[in-house]
């Protein structure tokens, strides 16, 4: 009888034991996945037209009776919001390893079509602002924003939205001009030195917001009657009253845009702004924006705690036309150089020479150069790297012949990488028939990646090399040390905090069985997975042998 209560206890004992070995490997495997912390410095940001991505419902298509015959490609197609949010659901973010999505402006466009010289526009693509507090119908509605964000944040990725302060949408028929007291309209920039980039128009039907005046405005009549027709007046001037008496502003032209855009942090909880014409638009008002926006990011986090992604600050990344990272922290206008970075505003700038130097060097001399100046003149700051973009007329591939060479430059590389709708399905940048930046933005190719088998190995690629990047921080935010140069094996280091990451990346490779030399990354007996082959293997003698038909290897640590 005691040889049997004995046992009881015993299997008693271990039962236990097992119980709690197993909660230990579950919390143990739990904080190895949530220790990975999100870095915007690495992170792998996918921007798209919202008009021009996924048509998520046909029945907002048509709007303000916007149906005349426009040139090609220059009229709203039907993207809209939840396109988005149905591609999210699917998981074809999460697949392309995207972490971050930036959504062109959502806020309502002018009703009317206008000529810029390249035939009859519309604005689908969301620069051409009406009325900055309501989201354009043709895109959706508050309804489909909570949802995006809301479906976004549970598979960890981020929404950025786009913010226009520098002007409103051109003057058509059915757009009047702004009050004088709001805008200029007689002087077109010719770009020569700092003020006849700033205090002018960007182009000659492009109404420029007055932003360095501090006079008091009374609201445009228009939008006055506008507001009123749709009876939120007096919401919108009472929460506009709340906004002055809280931050003391003056009722100046910029302080009102930035109101309107900063509400969308609060109501919706997004995670970022980009900035459009920052360099047409007083480097002052940058710093007000940040304050403003990281105000609001404070307040959602306040009243949101179940919502709260992270630590992280709200996150801001710049457009400076034809900056360039080898500049520094400086942009030079000719006659004068500002630095948007400090005093604080901008977290990161658009990076205009990487297509150049990308072009231009080989994988090492170009990882190398982002390390170096990522950890020297914007040491603290990012950069955000792209090869191809919806604005910029040379792109690094227009035919798309080297997607594969694209994806290893550009999501391989030392920075956050901007990754261009149809960058990962070749999607292409020459339309035949189309004039100036219509030809960046057509509709994405999801036919051709559902039936053509090009174009699924094209993805297949950016997919692998996305999910690894997403997976290991230390890629775009960490450390690049050249292992060997022929073959070529370099890795990456990164820590914060306690965290730890280390992998190891080979490119241009013999195909077949490739002994690597990981000593200096890690250590006898640990076990190596190899992302792109899947294939696993163990260091011995400071070695690891990988056998796959590929030409590259992504090696990570098995934890």
């Known amino acids: 009888m005691k040889k049997i209560f004995l046992f009881t206890i015993i299997l008693i004992t271990l039962s236990c034991k097992n119980k709690e070995t197993e909660k230990q490997t579950a919390a143990l495997e739990t904080s190895e996945v949530l220790e990975t912390p999100f870095v915007w410095e690495g992170a792998n940001l996918y921007f798209l037209l919202t008009d021009r991505f996924n048509n998520g419902d046909t029945s907002n298509d048509i709007n303000f009776d ?13 993207g809209d919001i939840k396109g988005i949010t149905q591609k999210v659901k699917e998981g074809y973010f999460t697949d392309l390893g995207i972490n971050a999505i930036w959504m062109t ?28 507090t309501k989201i354009d119908p043709n895109f959706g509605t508050k309804e489909d924003l909570h949802e995006l964000v809301k479906e976004a944040h549970a598979r960890g990725i981020r929404i950025v939205l786009d913010a226009v302060i520098n002007h409103t949408g051109p003057v058509t028929e059915k757009d009047p001009v702004w009050p004088e007291e709001w805008v200029r309209t007689d002087k077109q920039c010719s ?48 929460e506009l009253d709340a906004f002055f008496e809280r931050t003391g502003y003056p009722r100046a032209p910029r302080f009102y ?9 609060t109501e919706f909880g997004v995670d970022g702004y980009r900035a459009d014409t920052v360099k047409h638009t007083e480097e002052y008002v940058w710093e007000e924006f940040k304050a403003e926006c990281d105000f609001a990011f404070s307040q959602y986090k306040k009243h949101n705690l179940d919502k709260v992604l992270d630590d992280n600050n709200f996150y801001l990344v710049g457009e400076v036309y034809n900056y360039g990272v080898s500049s520094g922290q400086e942009f030079d206008f000719g006659d004068r150089k500002v630095n948007y970075f400090d005093p604080p505003s901008f977290q990161s700038l658009i990076n205009f020479e990487f297509k150049y130097n990308a072009k231009d060097n080989d994988y090492q001399d170009l990882f190398a150069h982002y390390d170096d100046v990522l950890h020297n ?15 910029d007329g040379q792109p690094f591939d227009a035919v798309r012949k080297k997607p594969f060479e694209t994806a290893n430059k550009l999501l391989l590389s030392p920075g956050t990488s901007q990754v261009y709708y149809g960058d990962e399905s070749a999607r292409t940048l020459a339309v035949h028939g189309t004039e100036g930046d219509a030809k960046l933005r057509s509709m994405m190719n999801w036919d051709s990646i559902a039936k053509r088998k090009r174009t699924k190995k094209v993805l297949t690629h950016w997919q692998k090399l996305g999910q690894f990047r997403a997976k290991h921080p230390a890629i775009g935010a960490g450390t690049h040390q050249m292992i060997t140069a022929s073959p070529y094996y370099f890795y990456r280091s990164f820590q914060k905090g306690d965290f730890k990451d280390f992998v190891v990346i080979g490119l ?8 690597i030399d990981v000593s200096k990354v890690f250590e006898d007996g640990d076990m190596i997975h190899d992302a792109y082959s899947n294939e696993s ?15 590259i290897v992504l090696l990570e640590k098995v934890r």
Request: some cysteine; glycine content about 10%; charged content about 30%.
């Open 537 to 551: 293997a163990e260091v011995k003698n400071g070695t690891v042998i990988i056998k796959s038909q590929f030409d």
């Open 191 to 238: 770009y020569d030195n700092y003020e006849n980039t700033i205090s002018c128009t960007l182009v000659a039907n492009l109404p420029d917001i007055r932003t360095e005046s501090n006079e008091n405005v009374e609201l445009p009549p228009q939008l006055v009657e506008k507001w009123k027709a749709e009876g939120r007046y007096e919401q919108e001037v009472k």
């Open 105 to 132: 402006p959502i806020v309502e466009q002018i009703h009317g079509g206008t000529d810029e010289g390249t035939g009859v526009t519309y604005g689908f693509h969301g620069y051409w602002t009406k009325d900055w």
């Open 377 to 391: 003149e914007l040491k603290g700051f990012g950069t955000l790297n792209y090869l191809s973009s919806h604005d």
């Open 508 to 515: 241009k490779l013999d195909k077949g069985e490739k002994v």
């Open 257 to 265: 845009i930035i109101k309107w855009l900063t509400d969308y942090i």
């Open 66 to 78: 916007r149906t005349k015959e426009t040139a090609k490609l220059r009229g709203f197609k039907g």
